[in-house]
């Protein structure tokens, strides 16, 4: 089955400064690649995904970056506010399959 | 946006008994659910996958006699956790895609916090 790992397990910056979270995935038939924000006792709740056709896509201050050939894909997120702290989890899945493998989560801090 | 409601969002029960949790999708029909469990600190563990009128699947290591789902219609998942046990103490959340398609959104109910006592 699809492994997913994530990196770092801990990220904290200074208010502004970007912050990058890296997942790499076991099985290259996984094609779509989301990614979910989850405040502490709150849901997950989708920020951001990417298909493997496409090799970027960029939301406001959020961009995601696939990597089809390394099996690896990450999260960008610039000029970070405190509002951003929160656990992040990458996951992947093939759209043949119905099972998303989730990464173990990044909790990020954005110190002011 | 879609929108899934699960109740309760907490619940504290003694050891022994069963709880009942319910997932719906409101805006929109999901043939298929999930289950997850995370305990703190940790990831979204996938425990069943909810069929809309036929059986669950469950993952490897789950117990579906103790774990009992239910799909009875497309806007409507059920989870009871019987002879619920401290162990079984965890955050529960259900989940559903959007539009059906397997590479459509998965959007999360807000979970259930089961502390058994």
């Known amino acids: 089955g699809e492994n997913v790992e994530q990196h770092p397990s801990t990220l904290s910056v200074q208010e502004g400064d970007s912050a990058v979270i890296k997942c790499t995935y076991s099985?290259?038939?996984?094609?779509?690649f989301p990614w979910y924000k989850q405040e502490l006792g709150k849901r997950p709740q989708l920020i951001i995904d990417?298909?493997?056709?496409?090799g970027e896509k960029k939301d406001q201050r959020i961009a995601v970056t696939l990597n089809k050939t390394a099996k690896h894909f990450s999260l960008h997120i610039t000029e970070t506010q405190p509002e951003d702290s929160a656990v992040y989890f990458c996951?992947?899945?093939?759209?043949?399959?119905?099972?998303?493998?989730f990464g173990e989560g990044t909790q990020l801090t954005v110190n002011p | 946006g879609a929108v899934v409601s699960q109740h309760p969002s907490r619940v504290i029960c003694k050891s022994g008994t069963s709880v009942k949790i319910e997932c719906r999708s409101l805006?929109?029909?999901?043939?298929?659910m999930f289950w997850y469990r995370q305990f703190p600190k940790q990831s979204l563990m996938l425990m069943a996958t909810?069929?809309?009128?036929?059986?669950?699947?469950?993952e490897q290591g789950v117990e579906k006699d103790k774990f009992l789902i239910n799909h009875a219609s497309l806007t409507l998942s059920t989870l009871t956790v019987t002879s619920a046990h401290p162990e079984d103490s965890s955050f529960y959340i259900c989940?559903?895609?959007?539009?059906?398609?397997?590479?459509?959104?998965?959007?999360f109910g807000n979970g259930t916090r089961l502390t058994v006592t």
């Open positions: 989940s559903a895609r959007e539009g059906g398609g397997r590479g459509s959104p998965l959007h």
């Open positions: 099985d290259s038939a996984s094609n779509y």
């Open positions: 990417i298909r493997s056709n496409v």
């Open positions: 996951a992947a899945i093939k759209t043949s399959g119905s099972r998303l493998t």
């Open positions: 805006d929109f029909q999901a043939t298929t």
């Open positions: 909810s069929n809309e009128g036929s059986k669950a699947t469950y």
